[in-house]
Every structure is written in structure tokens, then in C-alpha cells.
């Protein structure tokens, strides 16, 4: 069983800068989809990004194009996101996930992203 874990989440004033990091057990890292999830306070979690297995492809929630970008190194077993001019309503916690087939199968434990006005 995968293990993902996730880290660089804190706290940072709005328009300021975050990277997390999800670093995953095991060798079959490079033959999944991997994304960034989050989950605010008294809401449903919510979809933010997703890169193929090779990188070559990567798809958005609306609300953050342009403003963070998910990456991954097969080699390191670690899929990131980047996060800049970050919102308040970006305040949640944030969650790596691997997709195995049509389903997100397994899931980091999360780490909390707050964002100050």
C-alpha cells in the first residue's frame, strides 16, 4: 500500500508564496496520475490540480490558474505545487492523492494552508 505524505504547508499572508510537497512510498510512483486536492472548513473537499504520470499534461481548478502550478520528479517520487499570490479563500487543508484507474485511491494526511488578509 502506497503511503503519501505531504508537507510545506504554514501560514502566509495573502499575495505571498507556497510550495507543498508529496512524497510517496514505494516504485510505481511514475505509473499514476497524481493531484492536489483541498478541503476548507465546513466544505466538501474540492479538486485543485492533476498531472499525468509522465508530467507532460496538467489540468486546473479555475479558481487557481495561473496562480499555482503542480509538478512532479519521477526520480524523487514526489509531485509538488506551487502557490503564489495566494487568497484568503485559499485557507484549507490541502491533500496529495494517487489515481489508480478511475479513482482516487490513496491519500496523503493533509497539511493546512492559511492565508492571512
Known amino acids: 500500500q502506497v503511503q503519501l505524505v505531504e508537507s510545506g504547508g504554514g501560514l502566509v499572508q495573502a499575495g505571498g508564496s507556497l510550495r507543498l510537497s508529496c512524497a510517496a512510498s514505494?516504485?510505481?510512483?511514475?505509473?499514476?496520475?497524481m493531484g492536489w486536492f483541498r478541503q476548507a472548513p465546513g466544505k466538501e473537499r474540492q479538486f485543485v490540480a492533476v498531472?499525468?504520470?509522465?508530467?507532460?499534461?496538467?489540468y486546473y481548478k479555475d479558481s487557481v490558474k495561473g496562480r499555482f502550478t503542480i509538478s512532479r520528479d519521477n526520480a524523487a517520487n514526489t509531485v509538488y505545487l506551487q502557490m503564489n499570490n495566494l487568497k484568503p479563500e485559499d485557507t484549507a487543508v490541502y491533500y496529495c492523492?494517487?489515481?489508480?484507474?478511475?479513482?482516487?485511491?490513496?491519500w496523503g494526511q493533509g497539511t493546512q494552508v492559511t492565508v492571512s488578509t
Open positions: 492523492a494517487r489515481k489508480g484507474g478511475s479513482d482516487w485511491s490513496n
Open positions: 514505494g516504485r510505481t510512483f511514475s505509473l499514476y496520475a
Open positions: 498531472i499525468t504520470r509522465s508530467g507532460d499534461n496538467t
